[in-house]
């Protein structure tokens, strides 16, 4: 599983940044890049939110736990990976039973109810 460092690492490769362009675009000191990135220290929240709010592309949940990506694909289109599979969901579905009914329940705090 790939940790903090991973992902910093693999910003500055797909943004096409040295650790300085880094430091320079989120607005920190060039020695706290070159200290997270060999292991020496661990990111604070501030370093966090520095590079999500640098980073449009770049998700909280994928920077911080590895999860729910959302990465630019070269033909500049945005692509979401969901934190839930397919599969998972065909795994967690009984195929004898009907379905009642979904929700969608948005980060705003909005939701709908799909009823059949």
Do not use: C
């Not at 300085?20 to 929240?45: C, D, M, T, W, Y």
């Not at 934190?83 to 939701?111: A, H």
């Amino acid at each position: 599983m790939k940790n903090f460092t991973d992902r910093l690492k693999e910003i500055l490769e797909k943004e096409d940044l040295t650790a300085s362009k880094f430091a320079e675009k989120i607005g920190i000191q060039r020695s706290s890049v070159s200290h997270i990135l060999s292991g020496r220290n661990k990111p604070s929240l501030d370093f966090v939110i520095k590079v999500n709010n640098a980073f449009d592309n770049v998700s909280l949940n994928w920077l911080i736990k590895g999860i729910d990506t959302i990465k630019r694909v070269d033909d500049g289109e945005i692509k979401h990976s969901p934190i839930l599979s397919e599969l998972d969901i065909k795994k967690n579905l009984d195929e004898d039973k009907n379905v009642k009914e979904i929700g969608f329940f948005y980060t705003d705090g909005s939701f709908k109810i799909f009823k059949n």
